[in-house]
């Protein structure tokens, strides 16, 4: 009943910049931490970045100073700024939201989801 939906993958050369969006819909009480995650062919899923409801960040070290991630929360959605991308950067990169549900006419908490977002590829090539 929640879900994720990434944007703003795509093509970009060493050295551009992207924005990826992901934004949350469903029923929804509230959304506690949120961040981004990476695969790149042949690794591990690794943590880029996250960010609390309050807005604390936590960044990879390979991305620190050149990534920047926010949220928004009035409308249930985190950004990934991705500045001087270089070709190691080449993933699919993945939202991951701590989630609490609800139900009934007055959305009433009922439980603690972990959603995925099903991925959005960015690929940095010459």
């Known amino acids: 009943q929640v879900q994720l939906v990434e944007s703003g993958g795509g093509l970009v050369q060493p050295g551009g910049s992207l924005r990826l969006s992901c934004a949350a819909s469903?029923?929804?009480?509230?959304?506690?931490?949120m961040g981004w995650y990476r695969q790149a062919p042949g690794k591990e899923r690794e943590l880029v970045a996250s960010?609390?409801?309050?807005?604390?960040?936590n960044y990879a070290d390979s991305v620190k100073g050149r990534f920047t991630i926010s949220r928004d929360n009035a409308k249930n959605t985190v950004y990934l700024q991705m500045n001087n991308l270089n070709l190691e950067d080449t993933a699919v990169y993945y939202c991951?939201?701590?989630?609490?549900?609800?139900?009934?006419?007055?959305?009433?908490?009922?439980?603690?989801?972990?959603?995925w977002g099903q991925g959005t590829l960015v690929t940095v090539s010459f």
């Open positions: 960010i609390t409801r309050e807005g604390n960040t």
């Open positions: 991951n939201a701590e989630v609490i549900s609800c139900s009934g006419s007055w959305c009433y908490p009922d439980g603690n989801l972990e959603v």
């Open positions: 469903g029923s929804i009480f509230s959304i506690n931490g």
